[in-house]
């Protein structure tokens, strides 16, 4: 075995030499034009993508050597087990993964840490060693999928990143890392056998070497079915994104509409006596619109910056604030000299309080955590609390500073302040001039409008038809799309004057892919749930939709994915036992199960 | 009360003694303006074009003048010597280019004209005289609300700052001398906003004016040893400016305590102040003082009843004041002495002159030297454009009250339309000088009367607060209605041929007028105006915004300061109920609104909600500039509200419209929202 790992090793010296010398260079190179630790997930992504392509083309370099029958049967017929030619095989590339990606990452953060001034966090370590984890996850993937009956095997990798690859603390991360790597191990491992083509032998190794391809199949069928849909759509002259214009009283149009249009027509149906002067008066205003877009807060030793600012730059005192997980407080530096410039706490310069939350940095250079607005007064160096949240809320968008208000939407409320002008403050107290309670929580919220009349307001609710993108996941569920708008008086009394329910403008089966596999859909969705994200409105698990559509459609998929499995275990030997694990697998999973079963079980 | 009263039954008194004479030079006007020439038709754009050359102004030591040159893409700032004039042989003397692009800078000559203090949003430069060399030497704390405030000519070698910081929870009000090489430090401190200072020669502190107290008077004191006492006490609508220091002599104009700003010496021994010269006519406050070059005294002063007025202290300055006035009949002139008094900036204004007209006056040989005339020719020459009439008539309640008429030429006036134009604030005044738009209307054929009915100020504390919150159906209305029943007894103006047009508080008078005398006009223009006053005070205390200094009085204490009762509910229920909004699903003459969209003043939705409830049948036009706040600025924006003005006239009285240009038209497109009966092509 030993020999195995020495020869691998010798094998792939001089390249790895090589990939190490240009990605220390690189990393230097970038770290010299940015710093690349409070980079944002999306910069960050492209530098992941190679990492993970690097263990994937080691995989096919160096198990891939290995497919053709002859050199199959010189590897595997060694003097060792399997499970020794495979470790071998898997710790060579660890070491080599560790050597060209771990090492150069580690000595630019030590580096950093040691002879700098700029903020290094825990989570930084541990990123590093996640990014190793994802690399060498990417290495088993390629070499279960060289080493597999069907090249499709590929698709297991898309189960570890479901798993694991989320922006959250990169402790918590360890556990779902460590699983998804256990798990694509021990299914790597299982792969290496002398007759690739046989039957995956033993229930349980069947289960666990199927559901990643599971998981992977019914992602690639979500992502086949929108793409058929709307391109049937397209063709048939029917989608609603695609033509001149979006349906009549559908949640298009209503999005595409001015502000002033979007409550005209959500003041339509009004029997209120008011109605007709407002939407008289609405085309004469410029109403604002205010969504839920800050979808997230950063979370302690986050996993990657979220693309939101965490620090600011004290032009007069040439000092740049960074945050720092580890201490929960901003660290100084300046960026002439390279010089520490001490710490920013709760208290202000030169205190050591620590914030409860990381906070965001609001283009009016406040402070934003999910709880809480702070100001920073640079003159006197102190920050203030401004305003404070009920237990349980937080903010949901950016404070948007329009109609010489300070407007604030949150996950229960649409606030709207004013700035005490003539208060001998830098920092002007803010004064409640209205609120009003989210008609129907934060839970697909599309957004608000509002309109400055002579008398009061006019605020617009419209709740969207329950798509909810996160990165670059969708996860819909059916919700009906609604309107409701209010009336808020001088004296910030609100009273409901219209409501009206907007049509779907696509069905049910496009908006959502439960039907498609329901157990699947949830558990996709499972992670998003679970684990701590700093979603500023939570992942709700839809178990059941309310929509009688989608039980048929589902129903239908599940009867014909066990009747197409029927149809094909019939032409195979396989066992009773197993074609009942295939036909109960069918039942509950539907066509990815289906399709599972045909990939791996070899038909005569 | 007491003043109101004496001064209503002086004004009663005093009206016959000069109401024929006035009924004769009415008359008289009337003639001449009939059996004048009709002037062509001048384009729209003509009346709007600025002088090449403006900002004049010459440096205290008299050699040089700074000026602005716009060169059509840039206004540049120049300086000019004086003395190379055409009696030394060149054209002019020479020039220096001080900013290429001065747009945002102001420009200031420090006391002994060695420099030019260049402050503009962001910091302060200075342009040295000798060296010809400029450099900025300040850069504001945005911080600290730092801004530029002001220089003084006693202080050569300093300008002046203003920091605004908090401190204890109350501002801190802190005032910096600079120097010319950036050097700051602090002169004064006050809690509340200082207005005026004057200073010594080293730019120590002798005398300054600011707020005081809870009701924000303002207050005059002297300083000295970081101790001050109070000299005098103006409490709101009063105002004491401290003008003149010499030992332990101060001059100020102001009211202290009567009807009229007038000149006001404090004797230090008697500790008393002492009226040194008041409006001879008692129309006027006192508007300009000169002092005499060793500043030792008094040397005249200038008033406006109807135009500039000035009065010498000596027979000798009276004969120079004489002189001049008589090269510049009928000018307001604005007078700026060099520091040895011998030569004096002019600057003359007109109605009938398309642009004020600059000379250098030579007090010894009483010459007179025109400066930049061919930059500031007028191609709309004199005597086809409107001189200023003065107007005096009674209202309802006998008050005397005073404006202006400008009558077109060439046609029969009792057939001429005539359009009232309000002035804003309402603390405000008309001054009869120079207004394009004004002329613009004459010229097709309209009379136009521009009345200061009661609340505008220049008149004294009674005529500011006559209107006792009388802002709806009578009060100011009945000024203006009655002012222009004044005009039409008189032959001047069309009963059946009269319109309404003002910005701000001038288009809520408009508004009134088509409200409570809905038969009476032809239409009304309407920019930027409240649709129930109380509201939009209301608004502008709530909401904040440029209506009002953030360091001056708040609402509460500035309205009832000039007899607005603002903090009784009936005035705003009053208001209300005799509201423009309140009256308007009644409303039947054709109106046409402007609005900035970005107006902190008169909010927009006010008009919005206005435009909505009008009458369908009335429903008014509206131009809402997206750009524009309180006012338009920009050149095609402001023509956009001229047009709105002329074309409405020319829709109801036919006086002509210049087409509008490929831009404005675009312009109007996309802003204008045409009305129910106000017709818009």
């Known amino acids: 075995m030993k ?39 999306l910069d960050a992504l492209p530098m992941l993508f190679i990492y993970l392509a690097a263990g994937l083309a080691l995989a096919i370099a160096q198990v891939g050597s290995y497919r053709k029958p002859s050199q199959w049967a010189w590897l595997i017929h060694r003097p ?63 070499a279960h999928a060289c080493v597999s009956r069907s090249r499709m095997a590929i698709v297991v990798f898309f189960a570890p990143q479901l798993l694991a690859l989320h922006l959250v603390s990169t402790i918590e991360l360890l556990l779902p890392v460590l699983l998804a790597l256990g798990w694509l191990t021990y299914i790597t491992g299982r792969s290496f056998r002398a007759n690739r083509e046989a039957p995956i032998r033993g229930t349980a190794t069947l289960l666990v070497t199927a559901l990643p391809l599971q998981l992977g199949l019914f992602l690639l069928s979500v992502v086949l079915w929108r793409f058929l849909f709307v391109s049937g759509s397209i063709l048939l002259g029917v989608d609603p994104l695609n033509t001149d214009y979006p349906p009549e009283g ?86 002439e000299s390279g010089v520490a410039k001490g710490v920013f706490g709760l208290g202000g310069a030169g205190d050591v309080m620590p914030f409860d939350a990381v906070p965001i940095v609001t283009e009016n250079n406040d402070l934003l955590t999910p709880h809480a607005l702070y100001g920073i007064d640079e003159e006197a160096q102190t920050i203030e609390l401004r305003l404070e949240l009920h237990d349980n809320e937080q903010f949901t968008a950016m404070p948007q500073r329009e109609f010489g208000r300070l407007l604030l939407l949150t996950n229960q409320r649409l606030i709207a302040l004013r700035e005490d002008q003539r208060a001998a403050a830098t920092i002007k107290p803010l004064v409640s001039d209205w609120e009003l ?90 992670p998003e749930a679970v684990l701590d994200k700093g979603l500023t409105w939570p992942m709700q698990l839809s178990l059941l939709p309310r929509v009688p559509v989608l039980y048929i459609a589902g129903a239908l998929m599940l009867i014909l994915s066990t009747g197409t499995a029927c149809w094909w275990l019939r032409g195979t030997r396989v066992t009773p036992a197993r074609r009942r694990v295939w036909l109960v697998s069918c039942a509950l999973l539907g066509l990815p199960a289906l399709l599972s079963l045909l990939l791996l079980e070899p038909r005569e | 009360m007491l003043h109101h009263m004496l001064w209503l039954v002086l004004a009663v008194a005093t009206l016959p003694a000069y109401a024929s004479e006035h009924d004769a030079a009415l008359s008289a006007a009337r003639k001449a303006a009939e059996t004048a020439p009709r002037p062509p038709h001048f384009s729209r754009s003509a009346f709007l074009e600025d002088a090449g050359v403006r900002g004049i102004a010459m440096s205290p030591d008299g050699k040089w003048l700074a000026f602005r040159r716009d060169t059509g893409h840039r206004l540049e700032l120049w300086i000019r010597e004086i003395e190379a004039g055409p009696e030394h042989g060149h054209k002019h003397g020479k020039a220096h280019r001080v900013i290429a692009d001065s747009e945002g ?75 010319a090489a950036g050097r700051t430090r602090v002169i004064a ?67 202290n305590g009567e009807d009229l700003v007038s000149l006001q010496k404090y004797d230090a021994e008697t500790r008393q102040w002492q009226t040194l010269h008041k409006d001879p006519r008692g129309l006027s406050d006192a508007v300009s003082i000169l002092m005499q070059p060793d500043g030792k005294d008094w040397y005249a002063m200038a008033y406006r009843p109807d135009r500039v007025e000035w009065h010498g202290r000596t027979a000798q300055a009276d004969a120079a004041l004489a002189a001049l006035e008589a090269m510049l009949p009928d000018a307001s002139l604005d007078i700026s002495p060099a520091n040895d008094g011998k030569r004096w900036l002019v600057q003359a204004t007109k109605s009938g002159w398309q642009y004020d007209r600059f000379f250098l006056f030579d007090v010894a040989t009483e010459s007179l030297r025109e400066l930049f005339a061919a930059e500031r020719h007028s191609k709309l020459p004199e005597s086809q454009l409107a001189g200023m009439l003065p107007v005096h008539w009674r209202s309802r309640d006998g008050m005397v009250l005073h404006g202006y008429a400008f009558l077109p030429k060439g046609v029969p006036l009792e057939t001429a339309p005539i359009i009232a134009f309000m002035h804003g604030g309402p603390f405000a005044r008309s001054n009869g000088g120079r207004d394009p738009g004004t002329q613009l209307m004459v010229n097709r054929g309209y009379i136009v009367f521009k009345p200061n009915f009661r609340a505008s100020v220049g008149y004294g504390v009674t005529y500011a607060t006559a209107a006792r919150g009388n802002f709806g159906r009578t009060g100011v209305l009945d000024d203006i209605i009655t002012g222009l029943d004044y005009l039409i007894a008189n032959g001047m103006g069309d009963p ?43 608004d502008i205390a709530v909401e904040g915004g440029s209506a009002l200094s953030a360091d001056g009085p708040p609402i509460e204490a500035l309205l009832p300061g000039f007899g607005m009762p603002y903090g009784d509910p009936a005035w705003h229920e009053r208001m209300q109920r005799e509201s423009p909004l309140a009256h308007a699903a009644r409303l039947r003459t054709p109106v046409y609104l402007w609005a900035g969209a970005k107006d902190d003043r008169v909010a927009v939705e006010s008009l919005a909600r206005y435009a909505a409830e009008a009458n369908p049948e009335f429903r008014p036009a509206l131009l809402i500039d997206p750009g524009a706040g309180h006012s338009p600025r920009e050149r095609l924006n402001v023509e956009a509200l001229a047009w709105l003005i002329e074309n409405a006239a020319n829709e109801h009285f036919g006086g002509g419209v210049t087409p509008p240009s490929p831009q404005l038209q675009a312009f109007l497109k996309r802003n204008l929202r045409a009305g129910g009966t106000a017709p818009v092509r």
């Not at chain 1, 030499?17 to 997930?41: E, P």
Request: hydrophobic content about 50%; some cysteine.
């Open chain 2, 189 to 255: 401190e006050t809690r509340l906003a200082l207005q005026s200072v004057l200073l010594d020669a080293d730019g120590s502190l002798r005398y300054a004016a600011g707020y005081d107290g809870e009701a924000f008077d303002t207050v005059i004191w002297k300083t000295a040893d970081g101790k001050k006492r109070e000299l005098m006490r103006c409490p709101l609508p009063q105002r004491c400016r401290p003008v003149a220091w010499s030992g332990d002599t101060v001059w100020a104009l102001a009211h």
């Open chain 1, 3 to 41: 020999d195995l790992f020495f020869s691998e090793l010798r094998r792939f010296r001089w390249l790895a030499l090589v990939a190490f010398t240009a990605n220390f260079l690189l990393l230097l190179f970038l770290h010299r034009v940015s710093n690349l630790l409070q980079q944002s997930w």
């Open chain 1, 437 to 526: 309670a989210l008609p129907e929580g934060p839970q697909h919220l599309d957004f608000a409008s509002l309109a400055e009349l002579m008398d009061g307001w006019l605020v617009s609710f419209v709740y969207g038809d329950g798509i909810r993108q996160i990165g670059f996941s969708q996860f819909n569920v059916v919700t009906p799309p609604w309107q409701q708008v209010l009336f808020v008086d001088a004296d910030g009394k609100a009273a409901v004057v219209a409501e009206r329910r907007i049509n779907d403008d696509r069905p049910a089966m496009y908006r959502t892919d439960w039907w498609l596999s329901p157990p699947l859909d949830i558990f996709t969705t499972l």
């Open chain 1, 80 to 142: 060792l087990s399997p499970a020794r030619i495979f470790a071998a095989l898997a710790l060579s590339s660890l070491a080599l993964l560790a050597f060209v990606i771990f090492l150069p990452m580690l000595l630019l953060l030590l580096g950093t840490d040691f002879l700098t001034a700029r903020v290094v966090d825990l989570r930084h370590y541990l990123l590093i060693v996640h990014v190793l984890a994802f690399a060498l996850m990417a290495w088993m993937a390629g």
């Open chain 1, 250 to 335: 559908g949640l298009i149009a209503t999005e595409r509409a001015e502000p002033s249009e979007g409550i005209a027509l959500g003041l339509a149906s009004s029997e209120d006596s008011r109605a007709a002067s407002w939407r008289a008066q609405l085309p004469l205003l410029e109403p604002l619109r205010i969504a839920p877009a800050l979808q997230r807060f950063p979370v302690r030793q986050q996993f990657s910056n979220l693309y939101l600012p965490t620090g600011w730059y004290d032009e007069e005192r040439n000092v740049s604030w960074t945050f720092s997980h580890d201490r929960m407080l901003f660290i100084g530096r300046n960026p």
């Open chain 2, 496 to 538: 059946e041929q009269q319109a309404v047009a003002g910005h701000s508080f001038g288009g809520y008078a408009s508004l009134l007028a088509v409200t409570h005398y809905p038969d009476r006009f032809a239409f009304a223009v309407p920019s930027a105006a409240p649709v129930n006053i109380a509201w939009t005070m209301k």
């Open chain 2, 105 to 179: 800078t102001a420009a200031y000559w420090s006391g002994d004209g060695a420099r030019l203090w260049l402050p503009d949003e962001n910091g302060l430069g200075v342009f040295d005289i000798a060296t010809k060399t400029g450099r900025r030497i300040f850069r504001y704390d945005e911080s600290r609300q730092q801004a530029f405030w002001r220089v003084d000519p006693n202080a050569p070698g300093i300008a002046l700052l203003r920091e605004k910081v908090p401190e204890g929870g109350a501002w801190l009000y802190r005032y910096l001398a600079i120097d």
